[in-house]
């Protein structure tokens, strides 16, 4: 019985070098998060979730902004890897180029997680497949939201006429573009609408941007049925577009549930979107590289993503804003 005791006495005085060392240790940790524009209001909210956690967690935390320049995000994590961080998260402006990012992180042993976008060529990698090297993908299921806006435009959609479609894309090169696209496509085939996309443009996600492409796509297409934006940003645009044309389009959108998104879905400028919640992509990545810097979690190439319902004025309730 004694010796139980002592065995037992050993274990718990362990258990607690164990703990002590690995408070210690959370102290010493330094986790970074590179943002595609901190002027955009998606990129602070991720930024806050991430920072959030890793407080907790007794972390220490790095935010940078690449200020929408490729150049400068790849410089950004080059300085990272220099300066030997614990582990990177960055939102991948060109999903091409960031390969080479992760690569060199990889080379180093630095954890590295992509967030809100895929790696590699946009045109090629299978739609959620996550590049091997990194820890993970953190992101909005980009095909399901995709499909949730198409379901959207379905219900409004004239059935006995072939419908016109205008989509206002987000910026060149990001996967995501293709990804909601493809699901928005998805879902009308499969509620058996017979459409044409009529006008399809890039933005670089700002309202700025989608104003002037929506005026653009009805100054050409007038009698457009359904205008799909990317995001809510460039659908408030495009809403500022569509009453000063005086047109009867119906607006849908993807990458929503932000307070101004969720003012235009209850006052009608909006018909619908997909709920995003940045802040918690923010806290599942700051988890997720806290779990491999600290050897809780070793797996590579994991997707991780959560629940984004179709959200109108009906059940608005479901998706508060983070952003």
């Known amino acids: 019985m004694r010796k139980n005791f002592r065995l037992l006495h050993v274990a718990g005085l362990a258990c607690a070098v164990i703990f002590t060392a690995v408070t210690a240790h959370a102290k010493d940790i330094t986790i970074a998060f590179v943002g595609n524009s901190m002027q955009y209001p998606y990129d602070v909210a991720v930024a806050k979730g991430f920072q959030d956690v890793c407080k907790k967690l007794g972390c220490k935390t790095s935010v940078l902004d690449a200020k929408g320049s490729v150049e400068k995000e790849g410089n950004a994590i080059d300085d990272l890897i220099a300066q030997n961080v614990d582990g990177i998260a960055f939102?991948?402006?060109?999903?091409?180029?960031?390969?080479?990012?992760?690569?060199?992180?990889?080379?180093?042993?630095?954890?590295?997680?992509?967030?809100?976008?895929?790696?590699?060529?946009?045109?090629?990698?299978?739609?959620?497949?996550?590049?091997?090297?990194?820890?993970?993908?953190?992101?909005?299921?980009?095909?399901?939201?995709?499909?949730?806006?198409?379901?959207?435009?379905?219900?409004?959609?004239?059935?006995?006429?072939?419908?016109?479609?205008?989509?206002?894309?987000?910026?060149?090169?990001?996967?995501?573009?293709?990804?909601?696209?493809?699901?928005?496509?998805?879902?009308?085939?499969?509620?058996?609408?017979?459409?044409?996309?009529?006008?399809?443009?890039?933005?670089?996600?700002t309202a700025d941007k989608g104003e002037a492409v929506c005026q653009n796509m009805l100054?050409?297409?007038?009698?457009?049925?359904?205008?799909?934006?990317?995001?809510?940003?460039?659908?408030?645009?495009?809403?500022?577009?569509?009453?000063?044309?005086?047109?009867?389009?119906?607006?849908?959108?993807?990458?929503?549930?932000?307070?101004?998104?969720?003012?235009?879905?209850?006052?009608?400028?909006?018909?619908?979107?997909?709920?995003?919640?940045?802040?918690l992509i923010g806290r599942l990545t700051a988890n997720a590289l806290y779990d491999a810097v600290t050897g809780k979690n070793a797996k590579k190439a994991q997707f991780i993503t959560y629940d984004i319902p179709a959200i109108t004025k009906a059940n608005l309730s479901v998706c508060p804003a983070e952003w």
């Open 219 to 279: 100054t050409a297409h007038p009698d457009v049925d359904v205008i799909f934006s990317q995001a809510d940003d460039m659908a408030l645009g495009c809403a500022r577009a569509i009453r000063e044309a005086g047109s009867k389009a119906t607006l849908i959108a993807t990458a929503g549930g932000s307070r101004l998104g969720n003012a235009a879905i209850s006052n009608g400028e909006l018909a619908g979107s997909v709920c995003t919640r940045p802040e």
């Open 91 to 205: 939102i991948p402006q060109d999903s091409a180029v960031a390969r080479s990012w992760v690569d060199k992180a990889a080379e180093h042993h630095i954890p590295i997680v992509a967030v809100a976008t895929q790696v590699g060529d946009p045109d090629k990698v299978p739609l959620r497949q996550v590049y091997s090297k990194l820890t993970a993908l953190v992101t909005t299921d980009d095909v399901l939201a995709g499909e949730h806006s198409g379901e959207l435009a379905a219900k409004t959609l004239p059935r006995d006429r072939v419908a016109k479609i205008a989509i206002v894309e987000g910026s060149p090169g990001m996967s995501i573009v293709r990804q909601r696209t493809e699901g928005f496509r998805k879902a009308l085939d499969k509620a058996g609408i017979k459409y044409q996309i009529v006008a399809s443009q890039p933005t670089d996600w």
